[in-house]
């Protein structure tokens, strides 16, 4: 059982730090040999794991979600109002998306997505987080100068649209809602939601792109 | 705790490394160490107090350690104070004693597990909200040696409740082994409320923070 004994936690997080190897595949492929010897697990459980969310759970969820709400409104009022339930019609419903909100950008508003104090991801929704999304320069940053980063994702936004960062410091999960791009009227689902990017339903990109779709 | 896991408005890192797309898994080993978290845990830990124990790291291994080394150090930890791991084997790699070869799972078994992990942290009590829609709250100093979820640059601020989402499993409780509900509100600052004169006065960012965490303004 779990003994919640942080100074003890923090005693062996230190003798870690200063007995493990440097190299972290060599730490792993160890720590995998002992636990499948201990017969804690199987080589084959973690061949699985990866390939969930290697081939089979990743933004093409949540472009669908997006591609949905564009042209369905009655879909689109159901994830405003509850995105955990409407992402459940999909099935894409999982781990870490109990509690979903969406927000959608408008010409005058843009929402951006963050974790500052750890990564926080609605993992079943986009799959696994970007590099970047992890890392200390984007949490550092993205709730103090957010134009600043997006200019670095290439996004200008001029000085009238208002950001808004969302800290994510509890168990909701968050959605961008991107705009659906001009000149896609009589477009079809899969063919919208192929425009849409895991960057654009984070925050960091914003005009999706409608060439070589 | 006052570490270097409390990111929000440092500086001094430079610039955000842009990807458009990336594999899930761009080292492989990250997805050995990613399964291996998922599949060989301590039953008894919390969300809570997982992301406590990575907030225990030195800061300078905070820093500087992957992602899913972060995740690692906490399954050692964990493994190591359940009773089912040694130091010892950890560091040597060697099994105190080998055991019986663990069932496989399937790929269908592993999705069922991800889309079963749809948990609701709501938590129902008996009190109502303190706090109202639209009402001015004010966030506490709120120090604490152990785990919270109000950044230290929210700490001491002015913010306006936008959203109500009943009670939920406070993160400062559940870090400590414990189960206990309270509300959580959605509450939104002017950027200039925290970051000063330099913030634009179109932007704003939001929190989802616990009613302890907040005084009526």
Known sequence: ?213 | MDSIHDLGGKQGFGPVTVTEDEPAFPEAWEGRAYGLVQSVGDPGSTIDWFRHIVELMPPAAYLTEPYFQKWQYVQIIELIQAGKLSMDEVLSGQASKPGDPASKRSLEKVLAIIHDKNHSFERKIDAGPAFVLNQRVRTKRHMTAGHTRLPAYARDSLGDVIAHHGSHALPDAGARGEDVGEHLYTVRFTAAELWGDEANPNDDVTLDLWESYLVPA
């Not at chain 1, 002992?34 to 949540?62: C, M, N, Q």
């Not at chain 1, 005058?108 to 200390?136: E, R």
């Not at chain 1, 208002?162 to 509890?170: E, K, N, Q």
């Open chain 1, 1 to 213: 059982m779990a003994t919640f004994d942080r100074e003890d936690a923090a005693k062996l997080a230190r003798h870690l730090h200063s007995h493990l190897p440097s190299d972290p595949a060599l730490r792993t492929k160890t720590l995998e040999s002992l636990l499948v010897e201990r017969g804690f697990v199987a080589p084959e459980t973690i061949d699985a794991w990866v390939e969930a969310y290697s081939e089979h759970i990743g933004p093409k969820r949540g472009a669908q979600v997006v591609a949905r709400s564009w042209v369905d409104p009655a879909f689109r009022a159901r994830l405003m109002d509850d995105a955990t339930a409407a992402i459940a019609e999909f099935g894409f419903d999982g781990d870490a998306t109990g509690h979903l909100k969406a927000v959608e950008n408008t010409d005058t508003q843009h929402h951006l997505i963050v974790c500052t104090l750890c990564s926080c991801y609605p993992f079943s929704l986009l799959g696994m987080s970007p590099a970047w999304y992890k890392s200390a320069a984007y949490r550092a940053r993205a709730v103090r100068e957010p134009r600043q980063v997006l200019s670095e994702f290439g996004v200008d936004l001029p000085e009238t649209v208002g950001v808004r960062v969302w800290d994510s410091t509890a168990e909701l999960r968050y959605l961008v809602v991107p705009q659906r791009p001009a000149n896609t009227d009589g477009w079809d689902e899969a063919r919208l939601a192929a425009l849409v990017t895991r960057n654009a339903m984070i925050g960091t990109a914003r005009h999706l792109k409608t060439e070589a779709a």
